[in-house]
């Protein structure tokens, strides 16, 4: 069994390349992040014809998750408790589509059924910008959410877009990075991913794609993909219990190349049957 996450950065611009990368990859289950869709223009058809079921949660051209699963999709839900609101300077502050989770694995296939989270993680846009504190925020509450009922017989995996690279080998250049002050690789933002680590969840990608310049995001700009100028930002953190299945992890980096790619590449673990 296959399972995957990626920020497509817009679905209806890049269903096609979906479309085919599902065709060419048999992925069972596709964590996405970034879809932005509502409901009424996502292309349910599309999945449906593929033999995917799939739950979305998004409001607008903004942010949006979903998940796509071919081997079971139950007990869906939309954020998660706890998760925190966000209104910039504080007005109508309201529960953003940046999560979604579902029980995965309870069809068509022989491997014991796991909850799966899509989360597309606030950016921090600044240092000092209130979406920093917000983005502290949410990471602190999702870890609560996750490690409250944490136990060797948990099979969970958070995928999607984190925002954060832990550390300094998942940035191109870390020194331009602090002189620029930009966000990404402050200690609190590393501190807040690094708590889920803590608690026991394990990157099941690293060990198999180790060391520098392994990015799953290149900046449209500046030529960043060709020049290699990239982030690792986009990580599946899994339980133990769900870690010991992993049969082989990867990240398509050829998905960034071509017209049309997003910026973000696929993120894949395979599971042991």
């Known amino acids: 069994m296959k399972f995957a996450t990626w920020n497509v950065n ?7 390349r979906v479309e085919d990368w599902l ?10 992040q970034e879809t932005k869709c509502k409901d009424d223009n996502f292309p349910w058809g599309m999945f449906e014809m593929m033999g995917y079921q799939v739950a979305h949660f998004g409001f607008s051209q903004w942010n949006g998750v979903a998940i796509a699963s071919r081997v079971g ?23 953003e589509a940046r999560a979604i989770s579902a029980t995965v694995g309870t069809k068509k296939t022989n491997v014991e059924p796991f909850r799966l989270y899509s989360l597309y993680v606030p ?21 609560e959410h996750i490690t409250g009922d944490l136990n060797d017989d948990t099979r969970v995996a958070l995928t999607g877009d984190f925002n954060i690279a832990p550390y300094d080998e998942d940035v191109w250049d870390m020194e331009f990075f602090l002189e620029e002050g930009l966000t990404h690789v ?11 680590e803590d608690a ?25 993909f060709p020049k290699n100028e990239g982030m690792r930002i986009d990580f599946i953190l899994a339980s133990e219990n769900l ?13 960034r190349k071509g017209q049309g790619a997003s910026d973000h590449v696929p993120v894949v673990v395979e599971l042991d049957d």
């Open 23 to 32: 065709d060419e990859h048999d992925v069972d289950v596709l964590c996405i």
């Open 123 to 143: 950016n921090g846009r600044s240092l000092e910008d209130e979406h920093m504190e917000y983005k502290i925020r949410y990471l602190n509450a999702l870890h």
């Open 73 to 95: 999709l139950d007990d869906v839900e939309y954020g998660f408790p706890g998760q925190p609101e966000f209104g910039k300077n504080g007005v109508d502050p309201e529960v």
């Open 200 to 224: 026991g969840l394990i990157d099941v990608v690293r060990p198999r794609h180790p060391g520098p310049q392994t990015y799953t995001y290149w900046d449209y700009q500046r030529l960043r």
């Open 10 to 16: 817009s679905l209806r611009a890049r269903a096609d």
């Open 186 to 196: 402050s200690e609190p933002e590393r501190a807040a991913f690094r708590q889920f």
């Open 243 to 255: 870690a010991n299945d992993v049969e082989d992890a990867w990240i398509d980096r050829e998905e």
